[in-house]
């Protein structure tokens, strides 16, 4: 099969390629190398590599020649620093995803397509208070955070909500910019897919960990930024009490269920998750317990107003519809991470 895989020289883009040529698949790689300092080397020997960003017709027209199927992960990624960052988010990633489907309609292109999403469609996680069942939080207010009560409140009886997994039935409610892009970005793969009738799925990666992954930019994850601080011989600074829950899956895993996906008929979105819950301080605990003579994670109260308290995913829908379940365990995966070659 020949694959385009967009973003193919990226952090997860790169992870899928080698994957696809590992099992004999032909693999064409668009990439802007906008997020690179340096052309990067890890690209597997057999990927042909169109160096084009999504925004250039022509370069998306040769991308998509005689493809069967296409797994988009190019994107601006991060939170950008302002709102001024507007109208590159939505050029680069509603714009790229929209020339991207348009080169394939021209194509009549009816075969598969994978696109990258994100957890952060959701906004907030799930939330159930012990009296009124499920629950949206509340705004998180200043006041609270600074005495340090961090856990959303149940809007009707004000008290301490716990969280639940989140399922893709929740409503989308995206809090940033990106957050919107991705949004539009599955909502426009999938009218791609009404109306040519190929069938289209979005994969909701949550915190997505592992080799290659950027390190110090703006943009990093948490884990990236935890485990340039440990090298540096700084303790991880984590921010609120440290027991914000996320789910932390393996880039391995990551790009395992994108070939599964590229294999299956099944058209939707569905999380991309460990199923393996952690606290941002487990992770921190856990990263730092790789370097030896590391100090510990200091705790630091400090937050960020626009931050999510909880985030964590239900696995199940991906596990029934494409038959994906992590492999990477935490412990296993972190303690390898901390190892890991940063990009
Ligand atoms: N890393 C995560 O935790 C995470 C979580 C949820 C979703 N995602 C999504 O996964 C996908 C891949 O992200 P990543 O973490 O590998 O990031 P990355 O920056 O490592 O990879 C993105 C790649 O796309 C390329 N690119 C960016 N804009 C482009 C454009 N306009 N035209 C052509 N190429 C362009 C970049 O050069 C880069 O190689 C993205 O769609 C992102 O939104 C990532
Ligand atoms: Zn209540």
Redesign the pocket.
């Known amino acids: 099969m020949r694959v385009l895989v967009?973003?193919?020289?990226?952090?997860?883009?790169?992870?899928i390629c080698e994957r696809l040529t590992a099992r004999g698949d032909d693999v064409v790689v668009?990439?802007?190398?906008?997020?690179?300092k340096e052309p990067?080397e890890h690209l597997p020997d057999p990927v042909e590599l169109i160096v084009?960003?999504?925004?250039?017709e022509e370069a998306v027209r040769r991308a998509v020649e005689g493809v069967d199927a296409v797994c988009?992960?190019?994107?601006?990624?991060?939170l950008g620093v302002d709102f001024d960052d507007v109208s590159d988010y939505v050029?680069?990633?509603d714009g790229?995803t929209a020339n991207l489907l348009r080169a394939l309609w021209r194509r009549s292109f009816t075969g598969r397509l994978v696109?990258?999403?994100?957890?952060?469609v959701y906004g907030e996680g799930r939330y159930r208070c012990p009296e009124h069942g499920d629950v949206r939080a509340e705004p998180r207010r200043r006041d609270d955070l600074d005495e340090g009560r961090f856990e959303p409140r149940c809007p009707r009886c004000g008290t301490g909500l716990a969280w639940a997994p989140v399922t893709e039935d929740a409503r989308l409610d995206p809090r940033n910019v990106?957050a919107a892009t991705?949004v539009h970005?599955e909502h426009l793969s999938s009218l791609y897919g009404r109306e040519s009738g190929a069938a289209v799925c979005a994969?909701?990666?949550?915190?997505?960990?592992g080799p290659?992954?950027?390190r110090d930019t703006p943009?990093a994850?948490v884990a990236s930024i935890f485990r340039s601080a440990l090298e540096s011989g700084a303790a991880p600074r984590v921010f609120e009490d440290g027991a914000q829950t996320r789910d932390f899956?393996h880039?391995d895993d990551?790009a395992r269920a994108n070939l599964l996906a590229l294999d299956s008929p099944w058209s939707g979105a569905c999380n991309v998750a460990s199923g393996e819950p952690r606290s941002v301080g487990d992770m921190a605990r856990a990263l730092a317990a790789g370097f030896s003579g590391a100090p510990e994670p200091v705790v630091t109260g400090e937050y960020r107003l626009g931050d999510v308290r909880h985030v964590v995913a239900a696995p199940d829908l991906a596990a029934e519809a494409l038959g994906f379940r992590a492999e990477t365990g935490f412990a296993a995966g972190m303690a390898a991470f901390a190892h890991d070659p940063l990009?």
Do not use: E
């Open positions: 967009t973003g193919g020289a990226g952090f997860i883009g790169g992870a668009l990439d802007s190398l906008a997020a690179h990067p084009g960003d999504l925004g250039d988009h992960q190019a994107a601006r990624v991060g050029a680069d990633n790229g696109v990258a999403s994100s957890m952060v990106y991705k970005t994969l909701r990666y949550h915190n997505v960990y290659r992954m950027p943009y994850g899956v880039v990551v990009r």
